[in-house]
């Protein structure tokens, strides 16, 4: 932790990439491990452009979950404290969670790489409206629809589908233009989001990994933060502050 602390004091620009295990004591299921989301729905089958074209209503089963789940949910001590960051060189979170809290606590600068569950779009004639609008017939089991008869579908990026082009290369820019990255909560397996740390490395960033398990990344990172987001963000910003 000490050398963690230090090589953050020594960092003139941080980037931060956070994945669902920052979300967790929020209150929000990941998507891989023991109580995972892909082990009660097969993403394939549900999470996919082709299941949605398929068979809009059964996606709309696994999005009328993550809405609740993420509507609802507040952001904690771990979100606040990369809101602190900023003051001590946090340029962007760049995120892959679609539940918004890094903006619910105050982050300016957020990049949503799998786009966010707060806004729905039309895939017939693209307009968009706000999740919130259509909450009630969500929650009732309904599935939204446009003035222009389609049915609705949230902003998120499904399997199969590119990330939104200018996302992505505004994420790769701060990963390379950073000499520090810390990478909180994702499993690093799914690109191309998990190679976003290893860019940020071969630019020379200094590489911090929070997260309770090892993962893919680990053997690459110069410290491992063994715990919780919710526990070790907040340690290294107190220690930060002295
Ligand atoms: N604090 C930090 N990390 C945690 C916590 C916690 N409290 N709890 C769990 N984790 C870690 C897990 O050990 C795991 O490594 O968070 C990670 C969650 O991994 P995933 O569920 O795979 O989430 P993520 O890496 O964001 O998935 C990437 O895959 O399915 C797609 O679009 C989906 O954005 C998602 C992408």
């Given at each position: 932790m000490e050398k963690a602390v230090r090589a953050i004091k020594r960092a003139d620009k941080i980037a931060v990439l956070t994945g669902a295990g920052m979300s967790v004591e929020s209150g929000i299921a990941p998507?891989?491990?023991?109580?995972?989301?892909w082990k009660k729905f097969d993403p394939q089958e549900y999470a996919s452009l082709s299941a949605f074209n398929r068979d809009p209503e059964k996606s709309w089963e696994l999005f009328r979950i993550q809405i609740e789940e993420c509507l609802g949910a507040e952001p904690h001590e771990g979100h606040y404290s990369l809101v602190e960051l900023e003051d001590h060189g946090l340029n962007a979170v760049v995120t892959?969670?679609?539940?918004?809290l890094h903006q619910k606590a105050g982050n300016e600068k957020v990049l949503e790489l799998h786009g966010s569950l707060a806004e729905l779009f039309c895939s017939s004639c693209n307009s968009r409206e706000g999740t919130e609008d259509h909450l009630d017939e969500i929650v009732e089991g309904d599935i939204p629809h446009c003035g222009c008869g389609s049915m609705f579908r949230p902003d998120v990026v499904l399997f199969g589908e590119p990330l939104p082009r200018n996302v992505l290369s505004v994420s790769q820019r701060e990963a390379e233009e950073a000499d520090l990255l810390i990478t909180v909560g994702?499993?690093?397996?799914?690109q191309p989001a998990a190679s976003i740390p290893t860019l940020a490395k071969r630019t020379g960033s200094v590489l911090i990994e929070i997260n309770p398990e090892r993962t893919p990344l680990t053997p690459r990172v110069d410290h491992f933060l063994k715990g919780k987001a919710g526990e070790k963000l907040p340690e290294l910003v107190e220690q930060i502050r002295d």
């Open positions: 998507f891989r491990g023991e109580d995972g989301l892959q969670n679609v539940d918004s994702t499993s690093a397996v799914v």
